[in-house]
């Protein structure tokens, strides 16, 4: 068998294995807060989950196309293959750690550091596309911020609205109506986050010369949709915690406000086709939620130990995938 054909085949795999991994690594925060409210068991909340991933990630293809593009040129890539499986094993093996010890990082930072890490200790930073990734870059650093807004915001209204209803009665609406906004964010979640392995796998058959086109593939798109529905399946429960409980005492109203602001910040991301970490936005929304409950609610010692995972992360994947991508580099 071609040997470019064995490393596509292998580049595949490792992308799929990224993108279940992703499922229950970032799967959990989508359903977080209404398995922490009691909206919904566990395992419903799951398999609700896998299956709402599935469809957004058949919907959009545009985030996809700007991993494919916009971090590095496809079709100038230099030693491509090498690069891309540099990139994919960096960022699974940071998942994998942040997975292990609970913290939700951003896959979106991993794969994109790993990505941008690999080209250069390829080709130097000249084989970064400036323009492309900056745009990348942005978007990831304003969304948590937009969201802390976007949560702030909405939950000051909720209690405006709701402020002579009583609480028990309220939360106990709330909790039906969570539902379905845990369906709503995991729906957004499959919408932006699949896409990125999408845009890896046809990153890989473009530089090697398997197709011509930044479109994605039909397979692509159905592997990647299995891919991450199954993942979610298997859930996170060290991120649920975390997300659902360590950030601030969560109720059905809170995780309402939570869910419709993160959901609505990353469909926005997924429209003008920019990846964005789910994370970080749903991590942020429940930060801006807490903070307008009562500031002193929030467990700011969390959500510090957060950011500075959040901060790190990129570096750390970019060196990693560069000193991976150097010793693959001896053997392909």
Same mark, same amino acid.
């Given at each position: 068998?071609?040997?470019?054909?064995?490393?596509?085949?292998?580049?595949?795999? %490792?992308?799929?294995?990224?993108?279940?991994?992703?499922?229950?690594?970032?799967? =959990?925060?989508?359903?977080?807060?209404?398995?922490? !409210?009691?909206?919904?068991?566990?395992?419903?909340?799951?398999?609700?989950?896998?299956?709402?991933?599935?469809?957004?990630?058949?919907?959009?293809?545009?985030?996809?196309? !700007?991993?494919?593009?916009?971090?590095?040129?496809? /079709?100038? %890539?230099?030693?491509?293959?090498?690069?891309?499986?540099?990139?994919?094993?960096?960022?699974?093996?940071?998942?994998?750690?942040?997975?292990?010890?609970?913290?939700?990082?951003?896959?979106s930072h991993a794969i994109i550091g790993s990505i941008a890490g690999a080209a250069i200790a390829a080709a130097g930073f000249g084989a970064i596309h400036f323009e492309g990734f900056m745009k990348i870059i942005f978007a990831l650093l304003f969304s948590p911020v937009i969201a802390f807004v976007v949560g702030y915001t909405v939950y000051s209204i909720f209690k405006v609205i709701f402020k002579n209803n009583n609480l028990t009665k309220t939360n106990k609406r709330f909790?039906?109506?969570?539902?379905? !906004?845990?369906?709503?964010?995991?729906?957004? #979640?499959?919408?932006?986050?699949?896409?990125?392995?999408?845009?890896?796998?046809? %990153?890989?058959?473009?530089?090697?010369?398997?197709?011509?086109?930044?479109?994605?593939?039909?397979?692509?798109?159905?592997?990647?949709?299995?891919?991450?529905?199954?993942? !979610?399946?298997?859930?996170?429960?060290?991120?649920?915690?975390?997300?659902?409980?360590?950030?601030?005492?969560?109720?059905?109203?809170?995780?309402?406000?939570?869910?419709?602001?993160?959901?609505?910040?990353? /469909?926005?991301?997924?429209?003008?086709?920019?990846?964005?970490?789910?994370? #970080?936005?749903?991590?942020?929304?429940?930060?801006?939620?807490? =903070?307008?409950?009562?500031?002193?609610?929030?467990?700011?010692?969390?959500?510090?130990?957060?950011?500075?995972?959040?901060?790190?992360?990129?570096?750390?994947?970019?060196?990693?995938?560069?000193?991976?991508? %150097?010793?693959?580099?001896? /053997?392909?």
């Open positions: 068998m071609d040997t470019l054909l064995i490393i596509t085949v292998i580049i595949v795999v %490792l992308a799929l294995s990224f993108d279940f991994i992703n499922g229950f690594h970032d799967t =959990a925060n989508a359903i977080a807060t209404a398995v922490s !409210t009691k909206a919904l068991k566990p395992r419903h909340a799951i398999l609700m989950a896998a299956i709402m991933n599935f469809v957004g990630a058949m919907t959009f293809t545009g985030v996809a196309k !700007t991993i494919t593009k916009d971090i590095v040129d496809p /079709f100038t %890539l230099d030693n491509g293959s090498v690069v891309i499986m540099a990139a994919l094993i960096s960022a699974i093996a940071w998942n994998l750690v942040t997975w292990y010890y609970g913290i939700p990082s951003s896959s909790r039906y109506l969570q539902i379905g !906004t845990a369906a709503l964010q995991a729906y957004s #979640h499959g919408t932006n986050d699949a896409q990125k392995a999408m845009g890896i796998i046809t %990153l890989a058959l473009i530089a090697n010369g398997f197709v011509t086109s930044t479109d994605i593939p039909f397979w692509v798109q159905v592997s990647c949709a299995t891919a991450m529905g199954l993942g !979610t399946s298997v859930g996170g429960w060290r991120i649920i915690k975390t997300v659902g409980g360590n950030i601030m005492k969560i109720r059905p109203i809170n995780g309402v406000a939570a869910d419709v602001s993160s959901a609505a910040i990353i /469909f926005g991301a997924t429209f003008i086709h920019l990846p964005v970490s789910t994370t #970080h936005v749903i991590s942020s929304a429940i930060m801006g939620v807490g =903070a307008s409950h009562r500031v002193k609610g929030v467990k700011w010692t969390t959500a510090q130990r957060m950011i500075i995972t959040w901060i790190i992360t990129m570096p750390i994947a970019a060196t990693l995938a560069g000193v991976i991508y %150097l010793i693959l580099n001896l /053997f392909f």
